[in-house]
């Protein structure tokens, strides 16, 4: 029942790839024209993608965070780090060709409050950038990588009026030298509330803080995915209410409902 709930809700369909760009030499982002899920899709839910040219390979669609959504022009964009033979061959596809896509799918983030706290690390950042463009109020966001090349985010995306934006480095090549761990415990006394996406060690910490200050936060988890709707449980993860599926009860989740879960 849950299963064909989910086909009914989630629109599987081709759709025209737009443009690509390759950004550095790590990154791409894709913009399709998908009018229906671009004019469903929520700050946090994601879209499964399904590479081209897979040969005689049966591959699994990988899932994206949508990056960005334009209602009205029906374009959808996603931003994906190159790393292995799925992302690798969506790199490689030409504008003008279709590809397979099942979305949007899975459960967002609640509406920021003003005054948020924003926090990404590394490719992390792309949910959250769609969630910093879905209100006008004022948030910080913190934007941690490893070096200036991680940077993947285009400028015009990340300079919207309403972000206070901190720019993190490990080695200090852009922005700050430090972490968005180190930065994050220096802006929470004064976050609202907190919204994160990105390594689990960080979103560990991340939840613990928040947990511990008092203050509501809410972060997108990964896992890997086969159906992504909900009818495999390949996703399952352990949470306060017994097992729960990333791909359909998250991605995002309060961190009281995973992370109380095991601490003492
Ligand atoms: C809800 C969600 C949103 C995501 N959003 C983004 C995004 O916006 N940008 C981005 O760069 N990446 C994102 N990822 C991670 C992305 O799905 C993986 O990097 C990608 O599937 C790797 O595929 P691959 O074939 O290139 O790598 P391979 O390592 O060859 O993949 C092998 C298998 O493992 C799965 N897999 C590998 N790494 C991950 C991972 N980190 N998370 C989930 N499955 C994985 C693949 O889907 C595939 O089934 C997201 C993952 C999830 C679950
Ligand atoms: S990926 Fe199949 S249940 Fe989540």
Redesign the pocket.
């Known amino acids: 029942m849950r299963l064909l709930e989910a086909l009914n809700r989630a629109s599987l369909g081709q759709y025209i790839l737009l443009e690509k760009e390759i950004i550095g030499s790590q990154y791409c982002r894709l913009v399709f024209l998908a009018p229906s899920v671009a004019g469903e899709a929520q700050p946090g839910q994601f879209v499964m993608i399904y590479p081209p040219n897979a040969g005689i390979q049966k591959i699994l669609p990988r899932p994206f965070s949508v990056f960005a959504a334009d209602r009205e022009a029906g374009r959808l964009t996603v931003i994906f780090r190159i790393i292995g033979i799925g992302t690798v061959l969506l790199s490689q596809a030409e504008p003008g060709t279709k590809l397979g896509m099942l979305g949007p799918l899975g459960k967002g983030f609640p509406v920021p409050p003003a005054g948020s706290l924003l926090v990404a690390g590394g490719i992390g950042m792309a949910p959250l950038i769609f969630l910093a463009s879905s209100v006008k109020v004022e948030l910080n966001f913190i934007y941690g990588v490893a070096n200036s090349e991680q940077f993947s985010c285009p400028l015009d995306y990340i300079n919207q009026p309403n972000l206070v934006l901190h720019e993190v480095t490990e080695d200090g090549s852009r922005g700050e030298r430090g972490s968005a761990v180190d930065l994050f415990r220096r802006l929470l006394p004064r976050a609202e509330a907190v919204f994160a996406c990105g390594p689990r060690t960080m979103l560990e910490i991340v939840a613990s803080d928040c947990l511990d200050s008092g203050v509501a936060a809410w972060v997108s988890l990964e896992?890997?995915?086969?159906?992504?709707?909900?009818?495999?449980?390949?996703?399952?993860v352990m949470t306060k209410n017994g097992y729960q599926?990333?791909?359909?009860d998250g991605p995002v989740f309060s961190v009281e409902e995973v992370f109380l879960h095991g601490r003492t």
Do not use: K, L, T, Y
Not at 223 to 236: D, K, L, N, Q, V
Not at 245 to 248: E, T
């Open positions: 896992e890997r995915m086969a159906c992504g709707i909900g009818a495999c449980r390949g996703c399952a599926r990333v791909c359909s």
